[in-house]
């Protein structure tokens, strides 16, 4: 590995004891590996703090980031891009740990402001087939079945631009709810006394 500052090749090694990687020709610490005075920071927290502190030395030759901050930095470019976008850190530590491709960006979902669609997402964790969808899918297909129940007409157009879904898509949730006549006959018991109010 290579020194960012002297160049020296070879010369950066890891202190265990100080928890920092150092260049042994010019004694720059480089990265700061773990914290040893016990006191805990939210990744989170901390890798926000040195975008702010990045974002103005970014070109800097004396200052680098760790490939964890670096990462972080690309993904806060990225959102900053897209407003329906977020960083899920759960998900982001998992892709840290594992090393893999993990779903790190998350899309933002609207809730439901329908008491009566709440209940129906949760009747449909009876259901592996409806239930193993995104939260957005699962909202879709709780809209769907709430006006099958009712009876009334599914606008497929306003349902894909609400949610975020391709239209395509929409139409496909809306044959999974015609071919679960179990699930639409719980939701039918369940909107029957609330028929009269309309989903928003």
Known sequence: MRCPVCLSTDAVVWDESRGVVVCTACATVLDQVYVSDGTYRDLGEELRESTRRVSRRLYSSTYWLSEASAKYVELLEEVKLRQDLYIDEESFMRYLKLGKRVKVLRRKVPQPVDD??????????????????????????????????TGGNIDVAKLSKELGLSRTHVKRLIRIVHSSSRFVDEVKRLVMPCSTSSVR
Do not use: G
Not at 127 to 140: Q, V
């Open 116 to 149: 009566v669609v709440k209940e129906i997402v949760k009747v449909m964790y009876k259901y592996p087939k409806l239930c193993s969808r995104t939260d957005r899918a699962k909202y879709a297909l709780a809209k769907v079945a709430y006006t099958v129940a």
